[in-house]
């Protein structure tokens, strides 16, 4: 949970639930942790709900040709 702290803080993100309620890990088909390049977990955010400090309505979008959402 600390290098996910880390990680939103540099970002100029708050997370207001520090349980970690809403990291997601994966593993792999043999039941290990999925890994990023440096070896450290692989981990996704599910829920950004108890986030805080960023307007998520300005976020690029994945697709070139789409605009971001109104608020």
């Known amino acids: 949970m600390k ?3 880390e990680r939103l803080n540099l970002a100029g993100i708050e997370d207001l639930n520090p349980r970690g ?3 997601l890990l994966s593993l ?3 039941n290990r942790l ?3 390049k440096d070896g450290h977990l692989d ?3 599910c829920s950004f709900d108890m986030l805080e400090g960023l307007d998520f309505t300005e ?3 994945c697709h070139d040709d789409a ?3 109104k608020a």
Do not use: F, K
């Open 59 to 61: 976020l690029p979008s």
């Open 21 to 23: 309620t809403h990291i």
């Open 3 to 5: 290098r996910v702290q």
């Open 43 to 45: 981990y996704h955010i």
């Open 67 to 69: 605009t971001p959402a």
């Open 34 to 36: 999925v890994l990023d």
């Open 28 to 30: 792999t088909e043999d």
